[in-house]
């Protein structure tokens, strides 16, 4: 188990290595000039030449990029051209608020969607089933923005059921430890704060969560279905357990195992789907942040931000890998 | 039958109705019985009936699309007419089963001590850890070495032998009265199949355990039970004791089954005598023998609906119009 940890790991620095490449090309390839972008209509050539030596984009791009590469190595990711904020500290800042509205979204994901699913397969070609394969289908082609803005419209703005936008209301004087809103009131005992900033979090949550609960209820349905059939589950009976125990031990754990696979390649789907919801609901994410870096060709956030990106979601994904050696030991063995 | 059999089936008939389609029936009205420590088998080439019996007196067989008649009496009560959760109550601990493919029989994602835990925690009084000693101890008295580390292992670090070994274990370890093998060792390897026949026929003998053994291979049979009930199409056509049937099969489809077996002394050349024609081509019993379209003693007298099972002696009876007279006759 440890070695398959660390040979992950150094597979995800040679991994980040060549991602900086990439982005460091694509980020150049992007047509316009950030100079220009950063100084605007009225810019004069000084001014352009004085942000390009400033920044080092009149240097050849192969000089830029190992210039590039010995800053990261030592941590440096450089600050942004339009804020000059400092890329790590702005990621910090934001990425809670990202984090939390995905995490909230796969919480939800996960807890409607395994069971559903399981109910789904144990009564198959019922009014459940049918209900359950015909919403999947609907989360999955509803596009998240779409959702979103519906969501906001009738339960928000028609009905008031639901705060509309931000992550906490302005009137609360929260105190922020960690930037996760939620865990900061618990952490400083400001119990209202953490309910309010989970009732902002329902809606983003549901929109962002829909896809993701889509491809969880079909996976567990079909894994269960075949599950159900197996050999061993009849083995079970034979020894003549309980309804529930069989369930539990034989059907569902075992049918968890592909359900597993796709939360890591879920989570990819959640961090980059959430620039969608964190717009519509004016969530100071990464997300929002991101989308203006590439509308000012700010590079170093975006080279930078992508990055970190890259490096959750490789942990995601070990995570998940290391969940499976849990749930099968056939993987731990071999 | 007398009535103080510890497995009395009666009449049993199993039909499977899918959704547009024609109702098959598996099992057409098969009668048998198994007395306390006996061993009866159960024979019968692919399709004519063995697992689907032995999956409906297991309470076994899904409930959509599947209608079950007649009786199970075991132990006097007919299990048929018991709820799922009664049923569950008495299956692993009065009657047990061994399946057919060890590879796939066991749960591979939990430890063998687990699989062999559960189920004796389900029916006994034992805690935890008294559990964990006799699973450990089971498994040594299947012949599994070093059972301690085992118990701790998974089914994919076993060979077959040694996972329907644990099977086995798995079946003995709340001692019930009866276990069903259903084709125990067609899986596996023909050097390991005498070694788990051997282990099973012995652990049920020592223990005083009835055992319905269900097989197409005759080879088993002759080593092992007490009793035979030859199936075709869904019912018992042939009912005797072992000696007697090998000696003295009365029923045509016996004998052809018999003459199938090919012989390593026969000297080379000797054609084989495979019994002609497939299950599929059958009459239905209510109008006249199953077999008629395969046998070549057939005759319109064959033509008669329920054909009942008869002979000179109660314990040995066939279902046949045109019985073999003499031993060893070949058709």
């Known amino acids: ?334 | 039958m007398t009535g103080v059999s510890l497995l009395d089936v009666e009449d049993l008939r199993v039909r499977f109705q899918r959704k547009g389609q024609p109702a098959t029936t598996a099992v057409d009205g098969v009668s048998f019985s198994v007395d306390a420590g006996e061993v009866v088998g159960l024979v019968g080439e692919s399709g004519c009936g063995k697992s689907v019996t032995s999956l409906a007196v297991m309470g076994l067989l899904p409930r959509r699309g599947t209608s079950i008649s007649g009786s199970v009496r075991f132990d006097g009560t007919d299990l048929l007419a018991l709820s799922p959760s009664e049923l569950a109550r008495r299956r692993g601990r009065d009657l047990a089963m061994v399946f057919q493919d060890p590879m796939t029989s066991l749960n591979p994602v939990l430890t063998l001590g687990r699989q062999l835990t559960e189920v004796l925690r389900a029916h006994t009084d034992l805690d935890r850890a008294a559990a964990k000693k006799e699973a450990v101890e089971l498994l040594g008295r299947v012949g599994i070495p070093d059972p301690r580390r085992r118990a701790g292992e998974f089914p994919h670090q076993l060979s077959g032998g040694m996972r329907q070994r644990v099977l086995i274990a798995i079946a003995l370890a709340c001692s019930p009265r009866l276990i069903i093998a259903d084709e125990p060792t067609t899986a596996l390897d023909v050097t390991i199949q005498a070694q788990v026949l051997d282990l099973l026929t012995t652990l049920v003998r020592e223990s005083g355990t009835a055992m319905v053994l269900i097989t197409h291979d005759l080879g088993v049979v002759a080593g092992t039970c007490d009793r035979v009930n030859v199936l075709y199409a869904g019912r018992v056509v042939e009912s005797a004791p072992r000696g007697e049937l090998f000696a003295a099969p009365r029923h045509r489809y016996t004998q052809g089954l018999l003459a199938a077996v090919p012989r390593v002394d026969a000297p080379e050349g000797t054609p084989l005598h495979p019994v002609r024609g497939s299950v599929n081509d059958r009459l239905a019993w209510e109008v006249g023998c199953a077999f008629a379209p395969r046998c070549a003693h057939a005759d319109a007298a064959c033509r008669v609906p329920d054909i009942a099972l008869s002979g000179p002696r109660p314990e040995h009876t066939a279902r046949c119009v045109h019985p073999a007279g003499t031993p060893l006759e070949v058709a």
């Open chain 1, 1 to 334: 188990m440890l070695t398959l940890v660390v040979r992950r790991l150094a597979l995800l620095v040679l991994v980040l290595f060549g991602l900086s490449l990439l982005l460091f090309a694509w980020v150049r390839a992007l047509p316009g000039d950030p100079a220009r972008a950063l100084l605007g209509e009225k810019a004069t050539p000084a001014g352009i030449a004085a942000v390009n030596e400033r920044y080092g984009f009149d240097q050849p791009v192969w000089q830029q990029y190992l210039t590039y590469l010995g800053q990261i190595v030592r941590g440096d990711f450089g600050a942004s051209i339009n804020t000059g904020e400092p890329v790590v500290t702005t990621f910090f800042e934001r990425f809670p608020a990202t984090i939390e509205l995905s995490l909230a979204a796969l919480v939800l994901a996960i807890v409607l969607g395994i069971p559903l699913g399981y109910l789904a397969a144990r009564r198959r070609g019922g009014w459940l089933d049918n209900a359950v394969v015909g919403g999947s289908l609907l989360g999955v082609v509803v596009p998240v923005f779409f959702l979103a803005v519906l969501l906001k419209y009738l339960l928000a703005i028609q009905l008031g059921l639901f705060p509309t936008s931000g992550r906490q209301d302005a009137r609360i004087d929260a105190t922020h430890v960690t930037n996760f809103y939620v865990l900061d009131g618990l952490l400083t005992r400001e119990w209202d704060a953490s309910w309010d900033a989970l009732v902002h979090l329902v809606l983003p949550a549901i929109a962002l969560g829909s896809i993701p609960l889509a491809i969880i209820v079909r996976i567990t349905r079909a894994s269960v279905l075949d599950v159900l059939s197996d050999d061993h589950v009849r083995t079970a009976e034979a020894k003549g357990l309980s309804r529930a125990v069989i369930s539990r031990r034989h059907v569902l754990r075992n049918a968890l195992l592909p359900v597993s696979t796709t939360l890591g390649l879920q989570a990819g789907a959640l961090l980059s789907g959430a620039v969608l919801t964190e717009t519509v609901f004016s969530i100071n994410g990464i997300g929002s942040y991101l989308f203006d870096a590439v509308t000012q060709l700010d590079y170093p956030v975006l080279q930078g931000f992508i990055l970190f990106i890259a490096v959750v979601y490789a942990l995601v994904n070990l995570v998940v890998d290391i969940s499976y050696g849990v749930i099968d030991p056939r993987v731990r063995v071999s």
